[in-house]
């Protein structure tokens, strides 16, 4: 039988057990990050929610626009509040902000109390982007269950 020294078995069964405590540590860990990532992704949600309803009121509030000089101010809410919305898609997941970003056809009507052509276009704009962060809202809390 070969001669097995003491020093030589604690090169081998060191490092092995450094190993299998590594693995065992990075195991816990990984379900910590998978819970951060979670818990950001609700977070993210949770905000994109309350930019949709301020979005309404910024919709509901250009319905009422009484004169045209005051077109140009709303439109200048309306970028802001598309850059912010975009931001916390982006973070979400950068292919929904490029579809969120990007507008086909705007399948929403016209809208009869609108000033000018102007004023119509950006009510329709605002409008089917709504619609759109209700449907990426309404996605993420269904692969939540």
Not at 50 to 76: C, E, F, H, Q, Y
Not at 116 to 139: D, M, P, V
Request: proline share 5%.
């Amino acid at each position: 039988m070969p001669d097995i020294s003491i020093t030589w078995l604690s090169y081998v069964t060191i490092p092995i057990g450094l190993i299998m405590l590594i693995i065992i540590i990075l195991q816990g860990k990984g379900s910590q990050i998978e819970f951060v990532a979670v818990s950001r992704k609700d977070t993210i949600v949770k905000q994109l929610a309350n930019l949709r309803s301020s979005g309404v009121a910024l919709r509901n509030k250009g319905m009422n626009l009484d004169t045209t000089d005051k077109i140009d101010p709303w439109k200048n809410e309306i970028e802001e509040w598309n850059k912010a919305t975009l931001y916390r898609i982006e973070k979400l997941s950068p292919p929904e902000a490029e579809m969120f970003r990007t507008l086909d056809w705007i399948k929403f009507p016209p809208f009869e109390n609108a000033l000018n052509a102007e004023h119509n276009k950006y009510l329709r704009i605002l409008s089917q982007r709504l619609i759109k962060l209700e449907s990426l809202i309404s996605r993420y809390l269904k692969h939540k269950k």
